[in-house]
């Protein structure tokens, strides 16, 4: 969809009311994607004047009951949304396309704010174990004994495991540890 400026919606609003053709002809004269483009540009500065025919650059925020008014209003009466959006004040009419279909799927929870950023995965008991693993940890660290005993561990399961990968998937009959053969995963 192409975006269009102040500027351009305004010519070619001024030459519909001026009379110098019709939707189609405009839309044809002046490279619109489609005519329902020029009457949706004529109903809003029909409606809100210059203001309607401008971008919006705020994102307003709007209360659920609010939402819930809109939605209940669109699915009580048999108004296009478009219409319902110019009775509402709203300048996107597909915002409320996406009201009502978020209203048909999950009802009216939905239509409620959501959160915003990250979840947080940590609560306070997670931190307070994490801490305290921490400062037990740090003991044994300092006398060396853990970190070494920890660390010969590891190598020797990483060891083992590396000599279970060779006898299935590299050297079938030997392993390639203790070797100067080329270690390829």
Known sequence: MAK???EFKKKVVEAYLQGEGGENYLASKFNVASPR???IWMKSYQAFGNEGLFRSRKQQKY????KLHVVELYLSSEVSY?????????NNPTMLVKWVNDFRIAGP?????KKKGRKKSLNSKDIKIRTEQNETGSASTQSGTGLKELSINVFQN???????????????KKCCVGTKA???P
Not at 82 to 90: G, K, T, V
């Open 4 to 6: 269009y400026s102040f």
């Open 37 to 39: 483009q020029i009457k």
């Open 158 to 172: 990483c060891k083992k495991l590396h000599t279970l990968w060779c006898a299935i998937f590299y050297f079938p």
């Open 82 to 90: 478009q219409e319902l959006a110019l009775q509402e004040s709203i």
């Open 63 to 66: 209360s659920f009951e609010y």
């Open 182 to 184: 080329p270690f390829r």
């Open 109 to 113: 929870e939905a239509l409620r704010p």
